[in-house]
């Protein structure tokens, strides 16, 4: 992408995040050749037959069948079929997956993890335009083990939205790695990330999932978040969201990915807010 590139030409939308993702998960998932005919069988049937006792219970009719038909083809074609799962689905795998964790919560990666960010070393400031706007936010901390021992060299990879809601890479006219940055703690396990407080989250409301939106009367929105993936050589990886205390949908959030252990509580200092949070990792 050239500067010239970077103008805002049109809004994030159906045909630019969500297409955007789908082409990012397509890249990125290596899909092996796992699948159990018995795993099938069963989860297929499973679903199959959830379907059918709603049709049955709730008496759905031909005119909502075909309704369901027409939008399922249209989230296709609008590319938000990672934006509809990882809205409204992902966070019950997320749960499934990570139940038996002693250390830190995991939360849903969502659609809009790039890895390959740049590499900041124990401490620095996220990559951000001279203009970026939004509170300057220190975010600091430590990595360590379930038994309280610091990590040194602990990978800290974080992403998150700017103060519109936009995701680089997702949305135009926004720096490559803009706000995306991966973070190795330092001898004592300690990272420190300057960056800014991140917006609430709007999904895309031009497209399939913002009809499905307005369809339900439901608000399409998630709280500000940070994104992290926090992982060290003999320990589990963590995939998780940190929200802020008092934001906007903090108790509402449409992807059902808020945990109390999540929210942090900055407090305000002379450059704008800071605030400490400590990874566990649980051992492999
Ligand atoms: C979606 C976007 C997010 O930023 C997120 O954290 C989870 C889901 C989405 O649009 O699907
Ligand atoms: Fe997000």
Redesign the pocket.
Same mark, same amino acid.
């Given at each position: 992408m050239t500067t010239t590139d970077h103008h805002i030409e049109f809004p994030p939308s159906a045909a630019g995040?969500g297409n955007a993702a789908t082409m990012s998960f397509q890249e990125r998932q290596k899909v092996t050749a796992q699948a159990d005919p018995a795993r099938v069988d069963l989860l297929a049937t499973a679903v199959l037959t959830a379907v059918h006792d709603i049709v049955r219970r709730h008496e759905v009719s031909y005119a909502e069948y075909d309704a369901l038909k027409a939008w399922m083809i249209q989230v296709g074609e609008d590319g938000e079929w *990672?934006?509809f799962l990882?809205?409204w689905v992902e966070h019950a795998v997320e749960e499934v997956a990570n139940a038996a964790r002693e250390g830190s919560k995991g939360s /849903?990666e969502? *659609?809009?993890y790039v890895p390959g960010a740049p590499s900041l070393g124990a401490e620095g400031a996220l990559p951000m335009r001279e203009d970026e706007q939004g509170t300057p936010l220190l975010f600091h901390g430590l990595v360590r083990n379930v038994g309280g021992d610091p990590l040194p060299g602990a990978t800290v990879d974080i992403w998150h #939205?700017d103060n519109d809601g936009y $995701?680089a890479q997702f949305a135009p006219g926004i720096p490559e790695w803009n706000l995306r940055g991966v973070f190795i703690t330092g001898p004592d396990g300690s990272f420190s990330i300057r960056t800014i407080q991140p917006a609430p $989250?709007q /999904? *895309?409301t031009d497209g399939s999932c913002g009809a499905l939106i307005r369809a339900a009367g439901w608000h399409a929105w998630?709280p500000a !978040?940070l !994104?992290l993936k926090v992982s060290a050589p003999g320990h589990l990886p963590v995939t998780t969201?940190l929200y802020f205390a008092g934001g906007e949908h903090v108790n509402s959030d449409i #992807?059902q #990915?808020t945990k109390p252990e999540l929210i942090l509580s900055p407090v305000a200092v002379d450059s704008g807010a800071e605030v400490r949070y400590d990874f566990v990792l649980d051992p492999q």
């Open positions: 995040s *990672p934006l990882d809205v /849903i969502g *659609p809009y #939205a $995701y $989250y /999904i *895309p998630r !978040h !994104h969201q #992807a #990915a």
